[in-house]
């Protein structure tokens, strides 16, 4: 079973405005989340992480929101830029990471 | 350059050829791991290193062996493919388990006829 659900396999956004990628998870234990970007043909990079014991998150144009009761976490770019148009993986873990099957972000110019 | 090498970046190889895939992260990571990427489900991994001679199963490790003799590599080895492990392999490292930057590798793309 899923533990970590990213439930819109894409999006698309026009430039300037707020894109929102959002995650669901099931584990309780899990202790720190990440979102990373991938373009083709290339790995994964690191974006932002939020360890459990915060709820927000902000590095420049990225804010990662986490509300544990929900369990739920969002990816908020503002604003969107084309060079965002990527996949987006959100990982959740505390030993082992668990990543969701990502979300393609299309920012149309 | 701080950086995650993997290698061969592609393979081409036949059902029960054993094979290995390197890796190798010059950052002094304790923590190393490897992942699948496979269309619709995601990045998902096979097993991790928390430091030297400390590995454990991820979420698919049927399959496939790792060890982790030396802290700077952390080798993927299919003891006999199979086309189900044609995929798409990412290792990576961080500094040590938790809500750090793992970096990854450029890929290695496998495929297992």
């Known amino acids: 079973d899923q533990q970590v659900k990213q439930n819109s396999p894409s999006l698309s956004v026009q430039e300037g405005r707020i894109s929102i990628l959002n995650c669901d998870y099931t584990n309780s234990m899990f202790d720190y989340f990440l979102w990373y970007k991938k373009y083709p043909a290339e790995g994964p990079t690191f974006l932002i992480s939020?360890?459990?014991?915060?709820d927000k998150n902000e590095d420049g144009r990225f804010t990662v929101f986490l509300n544990k009761s929900a369990k739920h976490l969002s990816l908020h770019i503002v604003p969107s830029q084309p060079g965002d148009s990527a996949v987006y993986f959100c990982g959740a873990g505390s030993y082992q990471l668990t990543f969701g099957k990502g979300t393609k972000l299309s920012v149309i110019p | 350059e701080a950086q995650v090498t993997q290698n061969p970046r592609y393979l081409i190889t036949v059902t029960g050829k054993k094979l290995t895939v390197t890796c190798s992260q010059n950052?002094?990571?304790?923590?190393m791991s490897w992942y699948r990427q496979d269309p619709g489900l995601g990045l998902r991994q096979i097993y991790y290193?928390?430091?030297?001679?400390?590995?454990d199963k991820g979420d698919v490790p049927e399959g496939y062996k790792v060890s982790r003799k030396e802290k700077r590599n952390f080798p993927l080895i299919l003891e006999s493919p199979s086309p189900n492990q044609t995929s798409l392999y990412f290792c990576?490292?961080?500094?040590?388990?938790?809500?750090?930057?793992?970096?990854f590798g450029p890929g290695t793309r496998l495929t297992v006829t």
């Open positions: 939020i360890s459990s014991i915060k």
């Open positions: 990576a490292s961080s500094i040590r388990v938790g809500s750090y930057e793992q970096y």
């Open positions: 950052m002094n990571h304790e923590y």
């Open positions: 290193s928390m430091n030297v001679e400390v590995t």
